[in-house]
């Protein structure tokens, strides 16, 4: 027993699609037909559905076929067995005949029927929806004692039971929200409206989100209730001025702060002040992020200020608000206080500020402390700006702190080395006392320094290697050669600045001072050939003295000999 699907044009049977559960009486669960269109065939029997396509056989299949076929295209189980079926679109329309137990005796009785939507495919299905039907008599009708009936072009349902007739139509956008609405869905809802919007006559968008944004602040999702602000509020300042006064009610300022209206629909500067002061009571690093993210422009800058000065007297050293405060003084251009906090801060974006908003005239009497911040971006700042702030006024506020007087007149000595040649004098001393490594270099490249003044200070400090210089330079050359054999003892030295001096008096004071000296003999008479007879200093040598490595020294010496 099954469905016979036969062709009326060519007499012929297609096809027969069989029952599935033949334990069924086929008068009391009688099968349910319905055609969707022209080749699809909808069968409902017991509790099972089968979607039927014909199709045309291709002619190298026909033989002595039929010229069509069938196709199962979706077959599955429902749960309860099958009154009626009829198409919704792509769906379908189920009238189910219910049967349930009670659960104290465990016997069975007659519920209901239920009218269910169902998307079918092609092994199974999913229940879009389902709803029980209140008709008279149910408890004593069996399966067979309701069908389902559909007017196509006005969507009409007729569910047909022995005592009444009820009638179901396509729920509109509208009742589909309504619906969702109800069952708390408000996102889809929302979504729903959003794609359904030129035809909905009952709903608005905006009172759907606002509905929404209620639900979720009451099951408290403060910050996806916030977030949802910016989308269902849109440039609606009123509503925006509404909801944060809601969220200030239930203590929630700090969730919808991040999506206030920054640029666009700017709303009364009080309510950016409210959250701003919300923020200062108990969270300053959140105040801090508010104050750069927000334009100046949204709140009045000087009832800030004020509420973080206040709260400063209480904490005076907390870093953050100083930080925020300096800030708010530059937005408002008071960059003078801006910058001093950024000093006390040793902040990094001091000189930025100093730069951005030419603060040199603010800076005269700060010059110790942007040193004792970073000397070296100091010193590069104020030497890049000599026009606005002199070299004798630098020179001046740092008379105090000469460590500091000495980096900024090395690095602009190493620029240009006449600018302050009015300090070289002094720089001779600050070289001594915190840089004696740079002091000969000074020294030589100077033109301006005093050199007398300079062999006193290189004298008392036993500055041997400057001093020699410096009677060197003074043209007290014997006496500079004294020095370095007596107390650089160092005979190579020696040697060398006789040659450079090349004056005979020089090598004859040297070889008086080498000759009792074994070491100083074998160093002059290896170097000793080209500027001074060799003859001489080996006549005056001692008999009997030992001097190192002679043997070697005199082959150079005739050597040095053979090539003249």
């Known amino acids: 027993m099954g469905v016979k699907i036969l062709d009326v044009i060519t007499k012929q049977r297609i096809t027969n699609v069989p029952r599935d559960d033949i334990s069924l009486r086929p008068d009391m669960y009688p099968c349910s037909l319905c055609w969707k269109d022209n080749l699809t065939l909808i069968i409902g029997w017991g509790n099972s559905v089968k979607i039927c396509y014909v199709k045309e056989r291709h002619a190298s299949e026909m033989r002595d076929l039929p010229s069509r076929y069938v196709e199962i295209v979706s077959q599955f189980n429902t749960e309860f067995h099958i009154s009626g079926v009829a198409p919704l679109c792509d769906q379908l329309v189920v009238l189910s005949y219910v049967k349930e137990i009670l659960e104290k005796t465990e016997t069975e009785y007659c519920a209901r029927p239920r009218l269910d939507i169902i998307q079918p495919f092609p092994e199974s299905c999913e229940e879009i929806s389902s709803d029980a039907l209140t008709v008279r008599g149910y408890q004593e009708n069996e399966c067979r004692d309701y069908r389902l009936e559909y007017s196509e072009g006005e969507s009409l349902f007729y569910i ?230 002199s070299i004798d006024k630098v020179v001046e506020e740092l008379t105090n702190r000469p460590e500091l007087q000495h980096v900024y007149l090395h690095k602009l000595f190493k620029r240009d080395h006449h600018k302050g040649q009015n300090f070289h004098e002094k720089q001779i001393s600050l070289y001594a006392e915190y840089d004696r490594p740079n002091l000969l270099p000074f020294l030589r490249d100077s033109t301006h320094c005093p050199l007398e003044k300079a062999l006193e200070i290189c004298q008392q400090r036993n500055f041997v290697e400057e001093t020699v210089y410096l009677l060197s330079r003074m043209g007290n050359s014997r006496s500079a050669l004294k020095m370095i054999m007596e107390e650089l003892n160092d005979v190579d030295k020696a040697i060398e600045f006789a040659k450079e001096q090349d004056d005979a008096e020089l090598w004859e004071d040297l070889i008086l001072y080498s000759i009792d000296k074994p070491p100083f003999i074998t160093g002059l008479l290896n170097n000793i050939g080209t500027h001074v007879d060799p003859i001489l200093l080996i006549h005056r040598i001692k008999e009997g003295m030992e001097i190192p490595n002679l043997r070697d020294s005199l082959v150079k010496i005739l050597q040095d000999y053979n090539l003249q």
């Open 160 to 389: 047909i039971s022995p005592r009444d007739v009820v009638v179901a139509k396509e729920r509109d956008q509208d009742d589909h929200i309504e619906w969702l609405l109800e069952k708390k869905k408000y996102e889809e809802a929302l979504m729903a409206a959003e794609i359904s919007q030129k035809t909905m006559k009952k709903h608005k968008i905006q009172d759907i989100g606002l509905a929404y944004i209620e639900h979720l602040l009451k099951i408290g999702e403060y910050d996806l209730a916030a977030r949802k602000c910016q989308k269902i509020l849109g440039k609606n300042t009123d509503l925006w001025e509404f909801e944060v006064h809601r969220f200030k009610e239930i203590g929630q300022l700090k969730a919808i702060s991040r999506y206030l209206p920054r640029h666009d629909s700017i709303l009364k500067p009080f309510i950016y002040e409210m959250v701003l002061h919300e923020f200062l009571e108990s969270d300053y690093e959140g105040f801090a992020t508010l104050i750069k993210e927000w334009p100046g422009n949204l709140y009045n800058n000087t009832i800030i200020v004020q509420a973080v000065v206040d709260r400063l007297k209480k904490d005076p050293q907390n870093t953050t608000l100083l930080k925020t405060l300096a800030e708010l003084y530059t937005y408002d251009q008071r960059y003078g206080k801006a910058l001093e906090i950024y000093l006390t801060l040793r902040h990094k974006d001091v000189f930025q500020l100093i730069h951005k908003h030419n603060l040199f005239s603010s800076i005269r009497d700060k010059i110790v402390l942007l040193m004792e911040f970073d000397s070296e971006k100091a010193v590069d700042m104020l030497l890049d700006n000599e026009d606005k702030i």
